[in-house]
């Protein structure tokens, strides 16, 4: 589950933009199903799925080849780089640039959780990550921004 929340604050700022109590939108990673090579399971907004998941096979943590731990992480929007639009979670054990982001098959992946608009589990695979990606940005944006493109997200991950 990946549990965001609008803090009303502008980014680098200590203007408060709203004194109303933080809204929060309650993102769901379920992990479903195990092959040989992979993870595979949904991403869920509000109830909702709105993507498919894929991760790394669990292999006790190793870095850059195993999916992360289940368990609640911090996390934040990135932009930078070439991956462009993704989520960064923080403070996961013995990892750093854990994120969720395109990617259609684990070979693109270092542990990092990839998404798509449909998923084989023969294969390890996701289709349309972009379009899923895009679709997730979307509801995400609407939820944390409420309109205020000022806002800035605080973002707490729960996998399970």
């Not at 109590?21 to 799925?49: F, H, N």
């Amino acid at each position: 589950m990946l549990r965001f929340t609008s803090l009303g604050l502008l980014a680098g700022s200590s203007l408060l933009l709203s004194m109303q109590p933080p809204s929060q939108l309650e993102v769901v990673v379920e992990r479903k199903s195990e092959a040989t090579g992979c993870i595979m399971g949904y991403l869920l907004v509000d109830d909702e799925v709105v993507a498919y998941t894929l991760e790394l096979p669990w292999l006790y943590n190793i870095n850059d080849l195993s999916a992360i731990p289940t368990g609640s992480y911090s996390g934040f929007i990135r932009t930078d780089g070439k991956l462009g639009w993704r989520v960064e979670l923080l403070n996961v054990a013995g990892r750093k640039n854990v994120q969720m982001h395109i990617g259609n098959y684990t070979r693109q992946t270092k542990g990092c959780i990839l998404i798509g608009t449909g998923a084989r589990l023969e294969g390890c695979a996701v289709e349309n990550s972009a379009d899923a990606l895009g679709r997730v940005r979307e509801r995400l944006e609407a939820a944390i921004f409420k309109g205020d493109i000022n806002s800035s997200p605080e973002i707490e991950f729960i996998v399970r």
